[in-house]
């Protein structure tokens, strides 16, 4: 439409932490309405905030995985602002000296790489939860969230597409979950996004005036919210209006956005250090130690997948989507390797992750660590498949066996009479029978039809209810029928 636009996300991400950041108070989920809530949490007179040392390990390890600058020394503010679910009247939080800044990460949309630049991860507690449907004309306050440690990454305005925003969040999101510092439930608010949107007419121009969409906790809200708002945006320019900034709520219902108030800048908020909390200072011995216990990183993972098993980027990405399918195919590729040798292993592995258990894990709404095949009964099931015991459909028969009752891939072809049939001669009298009972077939294959063979196949396959090695059948036919 003529209109550049700019992105940038401030993404909040709850670190998966038993207790708060400054308290003991614990951090579980569904509780009853302010039971963890504890006096620190509520600053009560006497109290003082002590802060966690687990969280400040979990902000340097996303500072080592994105590349960023780890900062020696880090200052807690006070921000200040009223609302009800905030019980001191301000929030602790890092403005002027976060604990990391800097770093990248790079996103693939439609097959070409782009990096998006951050510029700042900084250490904050949580707010509470205001709920207005539980009374009619009362609002309730729950504080059970106030004082959950985040972690809120901000990048530069980077994006030019709800495209590109939505694939970045997911990359942060596969990040943030691999090196273990969060859960990534997002239904229950562990990972929620903030969209700075603007747009002008040119790189050459200033970046336009932004408005802040808040509290987007899904991708597809996220991208629905993006777009609505550029669309908005644009109208609104061409109209001749103008466009104040302003903190914005998406409506999922109605696919709008509306004001919820006008945005406010830094000095609204009157930061100064928290008086009760010392600079935070971290040694380079303290960095070190983190950056030996680092698991090797999603990019990596997936380069190393592609490079190393012959699979194609798609397929090492999806792979390498999270650590617990990373772990379950190479675990597999081992427990396969110690049972066969057989070209192509990895791949064969591969598709059957990727197509039959992932099938059945979305099925029953299962995650693949809960799988009841486990990686050294798919490797078994893998390796009978290569061996020629059986056929890839009879495999997918063992399977679902196997899914149901967990017993062992061998007991599953000897108790059900699986074994594919692999013997010529045996093969040979099943297609003389055939053939003389479908002449007319086998006429038809030799004037030239093609199609009279496949169907010469299917009716040996049923002859033999599936375990005839099908490429063996194919085979003895051509050469049965001279050709």
């Excluded at 040392?53 to 006070?78: P, T």
Aim: charged share 25%; with cysteine.
């Amino acid at each position: 439409m003529g209109w550049l636009v700019s992105i940038g996300l401030e993404t909040h991400v709850q670190l998966a932490t038993s207790s708060k950041i400054f308290s003991g108070g614990a951090t579980d989920f569904g509780k009853t309405p302010n039971s963890q809530a504890s006096v620190v949490d509520l600053a009560l007179p006497g109290t003082l905030p002590v802060l966690n040392e687990q969280v400040v390990e979990y902000a340097m390890r996303f500072g080592l995985a994105i590349n960023g600058k780890i900062n020696k020394r880090s200052v807690f503010a006070r921000k200040n602002y009223f609302y009800p679910d905030l019980p001191k009247g301000y929030q602790i939080s890092q403005y002027e000296e976060p604990i990391v800044e800097g770093g990248s990460l790079t996103i693939w949309v439609n097959n070409n790489g782009k990096t998006v630049r951050l510029t700042r991860a900084h250490l904050e507690e949580d707010a509470g939860k205001s709920l207005h449907d539980i009374y009619p004309t009362h609002s309730a306050i729950d504080l059970n969230r106030a004082g959950t440690p985040l972690l809120e990454i901000v990048t530069e305005p980077d994006m030019n597409s709800s495209l590109e925003a939505v694939e970045y969040a997911k990359t942060l999101y596969e990040l943030v979950t691999w090196i273990g510092i969060c859960s990534g439930n997002m239904q229950e608010g562990n990972f929620r996004c903030d969209a700075n949107v603007s747009i002008r007419k040119s790189p050459d121009c200033p970046l336009g005036v932004r408005r802040e969409i808040k509290n987007l906790n899904s991708f597809k809200f996220l991208q629905s919210a993006i777009d609505f708002e550029i669309l908005w945006q644009v109208g609104q320019l061409e109209e001749g209006r103008k466009i104040s900034q302003a903190t914005v709520l998406y409506d999922a219902n109605k696919n709008e956005t509306r004001v919820m108030r006008e945005k406010e800048d830094a000095h609204d908020y009157r930061y100064f250090a928290d008086p009760d909390l010392l600079p935070l200072n971290i040694t380079n011995e303290a960095v070190e130690k983190v950056a030996q216990d680092m698991p090797e990183l999603p990019n990596e993972v997936k380069t190393r997948f592609a490079k190393t098993y012959r699979l194609s980027r798609e397929d090492a990405s999806l792979l390498g989507a999270n650590r617990q399918t990373a772990d379950y195919f190479e675990e597999t590729v081992k427990q396969a390797r110690k049972l066969i040798t057989f070209d192509n292993l990895e791949k064969i592995i591969s598709n059957w992750i990727l197509g039959e258990l992932f099938a059945t894990l979305n099925k029953n709404s299962l995650k693949i660590q809960d799988s009841p095949v486990d990686p050294h009964n798919l490797a078994k099931l893998v390796s009978r498949i290569c061996d020629g015991t059986l056929s890839s459909n009879l495999g997918k028969t063992v399977f679902e066996q196997m899914w149901i009752s967990k017993e062992d891939v061998d007991s599953i072809i000897l108790q059900k009479g699986l074994k594919q049939i692999t013997d010529s001669s045996e093969i040979e009298k099943i297609v003389g029978t055939i053939i003389s009972e479908n002449l007319h077939l086998a006429n038809e294959y030799k004037s030239g039809k093609d199609k009279a063979l496949n169907a010469l196949v299917g009716k040996i396959m049923k002859a033999t209810k599936g375990k005839a090695n099908p490429q063996k059948v194919k085979d003895i036919l051509k050469t049965k029928l001279g050709y």
